[in-house]
């Protein structure tokens, strides 16, 4: 069960969200129909190549990237979208798989006919990513994760899996309060805690235990997948627990550790994020 805490459960963030985090006003606000038919909301902010798609993680929407607008639309379109069942997103969907995640990016991108994308992926939303690189042949310049994974190595068993997801589906809204709670460093402001545990605890139960449950056993997957896609990939990884940089390198991922950082870097500390995150995009441009 400690290997999900410290390996697997960063994968887990953000979804069904509310009120504090999302963009007062979306720009360009739209909708398009996933491959299984359900809408998926979107916007678009700024012109530039190449466009840079922002997907969340489990239990939060597209407002978790407001903060990165300002500063990146003045340089590259910037797609914000909501996956099925959060945000303002379709729900209906029998399974909420990573794959079928994945498809609802690629619908965006193929809708915006955009032809050059970095795919930045928070938590869950970097095993997204990788799908939605499945999906998109010739068309994606690269891939960001945020906070992701440690390790490439170490997977968890499918009894610690069930054990874990089981308290979820006996109690989800403190048990998402808790776990949220942790995934923050010691000097993270109060109120953004506060604000993201009780966003996080009102999502949809039924989505988010099975998009949870689909993630963990999805998760052993990835080291195949990236080295099918050969895509240069980063990733930017809080301090709270050891990043394996040995490990990422042998599946062509390139680790950098924000110090003093939670889970939330694009919340907890946006000027810095922000900065970081420019430099990945300019480097797949190298």
């Known amino acids: 069960m400690r290997k999900i805490q410290l390996l697997l459960l960063p994968l887990l963030l953000v979804w069904g969200a509310s009120f504090p985090l999302h963009a007062a006003t979306p720009a360009k606000a739209a909708t398009v129909p996933s491959a299984d038919g359900v809408p998926i909301a979107y916007e678009v902010h700024g012109q530039g190549s190449p466009a840079v798609v922002l997907v969340h993680g489990w239990s939060c929407d597209r407002g978790y990237w407001k903060e990165q607008v300002e500063y990146l639309a003045p340089q590259y379109q910037v797609v914000l979208l909501d996956l099925a069942g959060h945000g303002e997103s379709g729900l209906g969907r029998k399974e909420y798989t990573v794959a079928a995640f994945g498809a609802d990016v690629a619908a965006v991108v193929d809708s915006l006919q955009l032809k050059s994308v970095v795919l930045v992926g928070h938590s869950m939303g970097a095993d997204v990513v990788v799908e939605a ?48 709670r942790r995934l923050f460093a010691p000097n993270a402001d109060p109120k953004v805690v506060d604000r993201i545990a009780k966003d996080m605890s009102s999502a949809p139960p039924a989505v988010a235990v099975n998009a949870m449950y689909n993630l963990f056993t999805n998760a052993h997957n990835i080291p195949a997948a990236l080295d099918q896609l050969k ?37 907890e500390d946006p000027p810095r994020f922000n900065r970081s995150l420019d430099s990945m995009i300019k480097g797949f441009a190298k």
């Not at 068309?139 to 069930?162: C, F, H, M, P």
């Open 133 to 180: 690189a499945k999906l998109l042949p010739g068309r994606v310049a690269g891939l960001v994760w945020i906070d992701e994974y440690k390790s490439l190595d170490t997977w968890n068993s499918q009894a610690d899996i069930d054990a874990f997801v089981g308290r979820f589906r006996k109690d989800f809204r403190g048990s998402t309060d808790a776990f949220v």
């Open 231 to 267: 895509l240069p990939v980063v990733t930017l990884n809080s301090d709270m627990a050891p990043t394996d940089h040995e490990s990422l390198a042998r599946h062509g991922v390139k680790a950098f550790v924000l110090p003093d950082s939670g889970h939330f870097p694009m919340l």
